[in-house]
Every structure is written in structure tokens, then in C-alpha cells.
């Protein structure tokens, strides 16, 4: 089992639909948690970090279920240029460990 | 401007021609790490290195040196490349938080 798994993608939606993704984590003692964005042939940058209380940032609402191990990433409103690849990071005593990535397309 | 830098971005080489990625952050940041992204399989981190002269393997070292003199830089070593080492190649650093900060990638060819 991989120590990160996101959903397997990709999302194709028109814009102004509603997305979500799902990522689950093996180590129940991973410490915090995180999205980046990477956009084609570009290196990855911090989307939003997800506290337990989940937290929100204008369209994006980031979620963590530590009973369940997964987070997840809700996008409203989608916009062309939220077209991406979403990785979901976990961290356990600086051991960063990276999703395989969800590819999201939105559509005119 | 904060940033991680790398070179070079496009490298095509032969096999077993020894080859040098630099990797230079201007943050004073203590964490350095080195990763390699093929389709699939996401980030794996190759090495990394937690303050000058400390360096430690990641999950896929084999085939890799790396080498940490100086705080700011932090550079990746394939001795002998193979075309198994064909691949995108980011180097990330940052300090004892944990936002990580990535170069813009280095595409390396081994034919």
C-alpha cells in the first residue's frame, strides 16, 4: 500500500462546477498535511496546509479526518485556471511524503 | 526575490558521462532535498540533507550523490547515469517550517 494515495483522476468539469478530492495516508502518526498545486512542466507550490478544524481560503476548503486518515480539497466555483494537478503532502517528523497527483481539468 | 534556483533546466546526456545538477536557495533555509518525478508514481525524494555537512538517503538514492559545503547549496551527483535516470528533477528547500519551496525542475534525458 502506498503511503499516500490520492484519488486516481483525472476530473474533467465545466467551469463554476464543484470538485473534490480525496487523499488517504498509512501512518496515524503523520503530523500535518498539505496541498500544492503543480501546473504543467512546472515545479509545485503550496496551495493551502489543512488543520484539523479544516480551514478555507476563498474557494478552496481543505478537510482532515484523523480517525479515517484522509484529507480532502473542495473546490467551488472551478475557474479555468484551476486547471492543475493537485498533490496531496503528509508529513511525519519532517519526512514529507507526496501523492501521485490528481489531474483537474475545467472546461469552457 | 526568495527562490531555489537550478541548472540546468534541459539536460540531454549519454550514459555513464558523469553529470552535475546545481541547486542553490537564497532563504537560509536548513532543510535541502532532491526528488524526482516520473508519471505515476509522484515525488520520491532521492536525498536530503537537514543543515551543512548532514546529508541522509531518501527512498531512491541509489545512483545518486549528493553533497552539502555550504548552507545555500546543495547539489545532485549522478556519477554514472543510466536511462533509468531519465526523469524530472526538483530540487525543495525550507526552514524548520514546513512550507516547501521547489526549483523550477530540471528535465534530464539519458539515452
Known amino acids: 500500500r502506498k503511503e499516500v494515495e490520492q484519488d486516481p483522476g483525472p476530473f474533467n468539469v465545466p467551469e463554476g462546477a464543484t470538485v473534490a478530492f480525496n487523499c488517504t495516508y498509512s501512518n496515524s502518526a503523520s503530523q500535518s498535511f498539505f496541498w500544492y498545486r503543480q501546473d504543467c512542466r512546472k515545479e509545485p507550490k503550496l496551495l493551502m496546509s489543512v488543520y484539523s478544524s479544516g480551514n478555507e481560503d476563498g474557494r478552496f476548503t481543505a478537510q482532515l479526518n484523523r480517525a479515517s486518515q484522509y484529507i480532502s480539497l473542495l473546490i467551488r466555483d472551478s475557474k479555468l485556471s484551476d486547471s492543475a494537478t493537485y498533490l496531496c503532502?503528509?508529513?511525519?517528523?519532517?519526512?514529507?511524503?507526496f501523492g501521485a497527483g490528481t489531474r483537474l481539468t475545467v472546461k469552457p | 526575490e526568495a527562490q531555489v534556483t537550478q541548472n540546468p533546466r534541459y539536460l540531454i546526456t549519454v550514459t555513464g558521462k558523469k553529470l552535475t545538477v546545481t541547486c542553490s536557495q537564497n532563504?537560509?533555509?536548513?532543510?535541502m532535498s532532491w526528488y524526482r518525478q516520473d508519471p505515476g508514481l509522484g515525488l520520491r525524494q532521492i536525498y536530503y540533507s537537514m543543515n551543512v555537512e548532514v546529508t541522509d538517503k531518501g527512498d531512491v538514492p541509489e545512483g545518486y550523490k549528493v553533497s552539502r559545503k555550504e548552507k545555500r547549496n546543495f547539489p545532485l551527483i549522478l556519477e554514472s547515469p543510466s536511462p533509468n535516470q531519465t526523469s524530472l528533477y526538483f530540487c525543495?528547500?525550507?526552514?524548520?517550517?514546513?512550507?516547501?519551496?521547489f526549483g523550477p525542475g530540471t528535465r534530464l534525458l539519458v539515452l
Open positions: 532563504m537560509n533555509h536548513e532543510y
Open positions: 525543495a528547500s525550507r526552514s524548520s517550517g514546513e512550507t516547501q519551496y
Open positions: 503532502v503528509v508529513n511525519f517528523y519532517n519526512d514529507m511524503r
